[in-house]
């Protein structure tokens, strides 16, 4: 009776949405601080002052009818100049602001993308490294593509030889998350450079270009060197951003397409954006946030809090014994589980008000990821847990 693929993907919540809401569920049995839930990618830390402050004086400043009405579609073009004033002065790469699109979000940012890009019925594949966001399946399919999971190397960068040897001629975009989540890996400038001349030579060859989608919703959360911008390595670029997690704006939806001016049919390829917006609906992004970020742009993301949140929680989870790949960038911490079944160790964690995230839906087995863009006293309260834990399964092993 009713559209199936549809019915599926309501019925069948995600892994992550179904912790969480487990986890709603369960605080109120036994008590909000005694869950810790480290289920969902929900900032926690304060907003740059500059969002709070604009919010206010737009509210106070500017008449209501001006404020809360459509923009045009692409969004307000002050706001599309403004982004792409500051990807040209931050990054040092063309950009103008009729190839800036305004959405709700990184989600959005990177449907418009894909539908853009892909030709339905035609099983075009988009690669992405392993481990990968889960909803990046959603979105491709539904796109009408087939998202093609290659693998990545023992620190979970890029494994190029992989790529090269994962590229078809069916090949139409590679999708590139750094940092990324879940594995919290920043790829260094001289990965993405020699993937630009991996990408370059095979478009050549095949004499049309395999698209780089950069989703970038982390770009400012970082604890090393800044990531390089993907713009800068290769010319058929196109950055998916978002302010959800830099701006603790989740909730909001606002981010944006930036497509490189040097990509092949740039402007074709911008309109075909602004096609797929349409047909989506999106009708424009929330003008109230438009207009927020504009003024905020570059303001300072909260890092030092999740520095502090992942050096306790990298620093004790590995006293206790636990294996962690140290986290570049990003909020998450992706975790060795303690039996190969990542899935049965999420269930056993539960016993201990654990709320982790098991690796299979990002696309590899035997992991867990754990979200810590958490009040820092949830992580320590979590501590005595997470050891409690891990002497559960020494104490089996002894048996
Ligand atoms: N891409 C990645 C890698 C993410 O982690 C997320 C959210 O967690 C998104 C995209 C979606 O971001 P948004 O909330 O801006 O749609």
Do not use: W
């Not at 005694?34 to 106070?60: K, M, Q, W, Y």
């Not at 050096?311 to 190969?340: H, K, N, R």
């Amino acid at each position: 009776m009713f559209n199936r693929k549809m019915l599926r993907l309501g019925e069948e919540r995600s892994a992550i949405r179904e912790l969480y809401e487990y986890g709603l569920a369960r605080k109120k049995i036994v008590g909000e601080e005694n869950v810790f839930d480290f289920s969902i990618g929900n900032p926690s830390a304060p907003p740059p002052a500059c969002l709070t402050e604009t919010l206010r004086r737009l509210i106070d400043e500017v008449p209501p009818e001006l404020l809360h009405g459509y923009t045009s579609a692409p969004g307000a073009y002050d706001v599309r100049e403004a982004v792409a004033n500051y990807i040209r002065t931050q990054f040092g790469v063309p950009m103008s602001a009729t190839l800036v699109y305004m959405t709700c979000g990184a989600s959005a940012s990177l449907m418009c993308t894909f539908q853009a890009i892909l030709s339905e019925g035609e099983g075009e594949e988009v690669l992405v490294p392993a481990p990968f966001f889960p909803e990046y399946s959603v979105f491709v399919a539904q796109a009408g593509g087939v998202l093609v999971p290659v693998p990545t190397d023992a620190r979970f960068h890029l494994d190029l030889a992989a790529i090269a040897r994962a590229i078809t001629p069916k090949t139409r975009v590679v999708l590139l998350n750094s940092p990324n989540n879940p594995t919290g890996a920043v790829y260094a400038k001289e990965e993405l450079a020699a993937l630009g001349q991996l990408l370059r030579k095979a478009s050549a060859e095949r004499r049309s270009p395999i698209f780089l989608v950069a989703d970038e919703p982390y770009r400012e959360l970082t604890y090393g060197e800044a990531p390089v911008y993907p713009m800068s390595v290769y010319e058929n670029t196109v950055v998916c951003y978002s302010f959800s997690k830099s701006m603790t704006l989740a909730g909001e939806r606002i981010g944006y397409v930036a497509v490189s001016p040097r990509c092949e049919g740039a402007d074709e390829l911008f309109s075909a954006v602004c096609g797929a917006g349409r047909a989506l609906g999106f009708v424009c992004a929330p003008a109230l946030f438009q207009k927020t970020v504009k003024h905020c742009l570059g303001a300072p993301a909260p890092v030092e809090v999740y520095r502090a949140n992942r050096d306790l929680l990298y620093a004790s989870l590995s006293d206790m014994g636990y294996t962690c790949s140290v986290p570049e960038g990003a909020f998450y911490l992706f975790m060795q589980a303690l039996e190969p079944d990542a899935r049965a160790f999420c269930e056993r964690a539960k016993a201990f008000e654990l709320l982790l995230v098991p690796s299979d839906s990002f696309g590899v087995g035997g992991y867990v990821r754990i979200s810590y863009c958490v009040a820092r006293s949830v992580i320590e309260r979590s501590l005595p847990a997470f050891r409690a834990l891990m002497e559960s399964y020494r104490g089996a092993r002894k048996n």
